[in-house]
């Protein structure tokens, strides 16, 4: 098991490696001089001469990337510029919110498409299903941002039952955050809701086909224990798979959701750091990202070992 | 026996195309009987025939500024009403379909053929597949839109580099549904056989690897078209797409987003066309899907 | 006589299908008492497996339809609603599968699925339960059965998994067994001893077994009654000696030819019947087995034959039994 996971992880230094090139010359290959867009049009020839000394833009791009690089493996992020703090420290101040959305929209849309699904699945076929699955349809079709700015019309100016936009942090109460985290949870939950539904259903559907589910039947189990026990069990291996593998588009869309509704979160920080091109904030960002991706699927793939007896056997050899 | 022979191989030519014609047949009655492939490819069909006749009969500029007529809701002169600067929303709508629509559909298409050109060749041969896999694998760790964020930041806000932003995000699914279903096809016998009898690699791949990979290749190609609508719509609202004042869907959004306080049509007119679109090619790639992979279609039936 | 255990009356089975609705067991009628291990016997496609399955109205209940009865001590369990059936199943009538590979549950031990059918049918401690299915697990002559209680069904052999699956399916003393080729799948040393196991056990509880097979081997071997079935019908019914000595149908003449002699003449070729079963939605329509009967006539063609009894023992559905 132990030896496993150590293969399974060193198997993605290579990927890591690839994102960091490919993260690095994407951002450094960028036309126009980034210390001069940081001082503005009215800094002098030496002020941006200084800057470029200052940060290490003189240097041959292999040297900034090995240097960057070694930075990364000490832990190391860099420095923002435009906030004068390190990478790491801007990269956390803007977790909150982000990580706040992620989770909600998560759960959201866990708790109702598992039930959601399972039930399409159980009557397949009946109109229940065919509206389930126009649901999910039309979530699918609506990308979070343009339902966020739905929801924001309906909730926060025609109803006024919620705020608008804005953010209040946990630390001011749960319902004051909720309240601003409702809207830009549902708005990113939906399309994830509607992922997980056809999923599930598809899964359910593969499972309750199979002898064992007609075993289960022959024994005169109750409904609920063949459903939730026996197929749900095997189904989650596929349900969870899809959950690792829409992490990195729960984060995108966490990103472009933050900003319909002005949530001061990872998203604005990439923005804000485009605008000013600050690099090695964008660099750090991007690659942080990209770890918890990894993380997480690296969790995903240990939850198959729980769910699957099978897996287990197979890791221990 | 002699005589027997050519009348049974002309019977089982007649077979044969018969059976070619009945399988049409059959698909043709299957596609009409799939509801889904039949409602998605109205939807898209009719979105293409309303974008290209307004565009043909349409007077109004999408860029024409009107300051006496800024935010008018809809009526019969301005049927979406006008935006921040006067300028008729419905003209803005139909060019911004048109730029939409164009920049998703060209993204589609290169990211199939360079799918399909990276997957082939991964399956083919071994050591390219690793080094292809694992740039695969680097680039489906990005967040999508993260990573085309980042593209377009670099390269500047345009729409050739919407395009290229969507296509390096979108290549790696792609060359990884090409390249599954090919190894499949090159294990089987009659690949072996062709090598055996020494086709060569290009005759191999393309010729007879190649069209076996289409069912899940096509599928494919709507997904991509569907999520590049998406990801288009998102870049420009996040101000890092099509920019301004040339029209799309998404940057429609950004304008709407500023008054939505009093000017819902700048973002329900530009959102039903999204997802109108979105959603069309959703049912009709669901609908393939059921028509050309048996398995899922037993699964639904 | 005493009292049938199971008597299935005129059971159709049908399915709705996109291309319409096939009958897959068109009119099948047998009776089982309890003690007594009925054969039923066809190849496969014949509907012996959805016959089977329809006395658990096990198919997919939103396009199946039953029609005709199933008496079970009496009372037609075709009329049961699903929570009634519940109780039925697993706990009157247990049912085992061919392939115990896939039926069993992978993901859970085999203690865990034989203890969960204890908790459905009887209200008991999970110590006893426990013990209740460990006691079972041992009757089956499965080696330590201690310790297979906490294992996977993929840990197993393929011998053992078909015992745990016994043990299953038998945990709650059902009066009635059904059982779907539960040797195929198995090598024949093995299915001796499962068939062993399954005998013993029907002498211990006194059950009635509906054994379903196409291997007539197993029927010689097990059954004293024989249901020999062809496209959803029955074609002959008869007590094992009957059927083996003084076969009636062509099918069945057929059948027995099919099995290749050691002491006969070697240098004949084997017996095929010729043909192919026809599909079912292409019933012909006078007797189902006339295309590939070597007897058959306009009569055959043309009008479908009634089961008739030769004597009290043995039926047929041949217009022609007497002569052939």
């Known amino acids: 098991m132990k030896g496993y996971f150590l293969t399974r992880i060193l198997s993605l230094v290579p990927v890591l490696l690839i994102v960091s090139v490919f993260v690095f010359f994407l951002i450094h290959l960028t036309p126009g001089d980034p210390a001069s867009v940081i001082l503005g049009p009215q800094a002098t020839p030496e002020e941006v001469e200084q800057l470029r000394e200052q940060m290490g833009l003189n240097l041959p791009l292999y040297q900034q990337f090995f240097e960057w690089f070694t930075g990364i493996l000490r832990g190391d992020l860099g420095w923002s510029i435009s906030q004068n703090k390190s990478v790491i420290n801007a990269f956390f101040e803007h977790l909150g919110p982000t990580l706040s959305l992620a989770v909600l929209a998560q759960g959201i849309s866990i708790v109702l498409a598992i039930p959601m699904g399972i039930i399409a699945a159980k009557k397949r076929g009946t109109k229940i299903d065919q509206s389930v699955m126009v649901v999910a349809m039309l979530g699918l079709a609506i990308p979070s941002f343009l339902l966020g700015l739905l929801l924001m019309q309906l909730f926060g100016i025609k109803l006024q039952w919620l705020p608008v936009a804005g953010y209040e942090p946990l630390s001011s109460g749960l319902w004051e955050h909720l309240k601003h985290m409702i809207m830009p949870a549902m708005a990113l939950g939906v399309i994830q809701t509607a992922v997980i539904v056809r999923m599930t259903r598809s899964s359910m559907l593969d499972v309750l086909s199979t002898n064992y589910i007609k075993t289960a039947y022959a024994k005169g189990l109750k409904e609920r224990i063949i459903y939730y026990k026996h197929a749900l069990r095997n189904a989650s291996i596929a349900i969870i798979t899809v959950l690792g593998e829409t992490f990195g588009s729960l984060i995108a869309g966490a990103v472009v959701t933050e900003t319909v509704f002005n949530l001061p979160g990872i998203g604005q920080l990439v923005m804000n750091s485009i605008l000013r091109r600050d690099y090695e904030v964008i660099q750090g960002t991007i690659l942080l990202a990209v770890v918890s991706y990894l993380a997480v699927n690296l969790v995903v793939d240990m939850l198959y070992g729980v769910i699957d007896p099978r897996v287990r056997m197979s890791r221990k050899g | ?301 | 006589m005493q009292e049938s255990l199971l008597e299935v009356k005129n059971l159709k089975t049908s399915f709705s299908t996109e291309s319409g609705v096939v009958t897959a067991v068109d009119g099948v009628t047998f009776t089982v008492h309890a003690g007594e291990t009925l054969g039923v016997v066809g190849e496969s496609g014949c509907g012996k497996s959805v016959t089977a399955e329809s006395i658990l109205q096990l198919l997919n209940e939103r396009t199946t339809k039953y029609e005709g009865e199933i008496n079970y001590k009496g009372k037609n369990i075709l009329t049961l609603n699903k929570k009634q059936m519940q109780q039925i199943r697993g706990n009157e009538i247990a049912m085992i599968f061919q392939d115990a590979m896939t039926s069993l549950n992978p993901v859970f031990t085999i203690g865990d699925q034989i203890t969960e059918a204890i908790t459905a049918h009887m209200k008991m401690g999970r110590k006893e339960a426990n013990k209740k299915a460990i006691d079972m697990l041992s009757l089956t002559g499965i080696s330590s059965p201690e310790m297979r209680f906490h294992e996977y069904p993929y840990e197993i052999s393929g011998g053992m998994r078909q015992r745990a699956m016994i043990a299953m399916a038998l945990v709650c003393r059902p009066n009635l067994l059904i059982a779907d080729e539960p040797t195929t799948a198995l090598d024949v040393t093995i299915q001796a001893q499962i068939l062993e196991v399954i005998n013993n056990i029907k002498n211990e509880l006194n059950m009635g077994i509906v054994m379903i097979t196409h291997d007539l081997g197993v029927i010689a071997e097990v059954c004293t009654h024989v249901v020999v079935m062809y496209l959803g019908q029955v074609i002959e019914d008869a007590d094992v000696e009957s059927l083996f000595s003084n076969p009636a149908h062509p099918y069945t003449k057929g059948l027995l030819q099919c099995i290749p002699q050691i002491d006969g003449d070697r240098s004949r070729q084997l017996y095929t019947i010729e043909g192919i079963v026809p599909s079912l939605d292409n019933v012909p329509k006078g007797c189902r087995f006339s295309q590939r009967c070597p007897h058959s006539d306009a009569k055959c063609l043309n009008e479908p034959p009634l089961l008739e009894e030769i004597n009290d023992k043995h039926k047929v559905r041949c217009w022609h039994y007497d002569k052939i």
């Open chain 2, 1 to 301: 026996m002699g005589v027997n022979v050519p009348i049974e191989n002309r019977d089982i030519l007649q077979t044969k195309t018969q059976l070619k014609k009945e399988r049409f047949r059959l698909f043709v009655r299957r596609f009409l009987n799939n509801r889904l492939a039949l409602i998605g490819s109205s939807i898209m069909i009719f979105l293409l025939l309303f974008v290209s006749f307004s565009l043909l009969f349409m007077n109004s500029s999408p860029l024409e500024i009107d300051p006496a007529n800024r935010l008018h809701a809809p009526s019969s002169e301005h049927w979406f009403g006008t935006d921040t600067f006067g300028r008729d929303l419905f003209s803005r709508v139909v060019h911004g379909g048109f730029v939409s629509l164009a920049v998703g559909f060209s993204a589609t298409i290169i990211t199939a053929i360079i799918g399909m050109i990276i997957g082939l060749y991964a399956s083919y041969y071994k050591f390219l597949d690793h080094i292809l896999m694992r740039i695969c694998d680097g680039l489906l760790a990005f967040p999508d839109v993260l990573l085309a964020i980042a593209i377009t930041a670099v390269l500047g806000p345009r729409p050739i580099n919407v395009v290229i932003a969507i296509t390096v995000v979108k290549i790696p699914t792609m060359a990884r549904i090409v390249r599954s279903s090919a190894l499949v096809i090159k294990e089987q016998t009659y690949i072996e056989a062709l090598k055996a009898q020494g086709a060569s690699s290009w005759r191999t791949l393309w010729m007879h690897i190649a069209p076996n990979t289409l069912s899940p290749y096509i599928v494919q190609i709507t997904n991509v078209f569907a999520s590049a609508i998406i990801l288009e719509a998102g870049l420009s609202f996040l101000g890092a797409g099509v920019p301004a004042p040339e029209p799309s869907w998404g940057n429609i959004l950004y304008d709407g987003k500023v008054v939505i306080f009093n000017a819902w049509w700048m973002t329900f007119f530009p959102g039903v066309f999204i997802v109108l679109s979105v959603l069309g090619l959703n049912l009709f790639g669901d609908g393939l899907r059921d028509l050309l992979d048996p398995h899922t279609n037993k699964a639904n039936k």
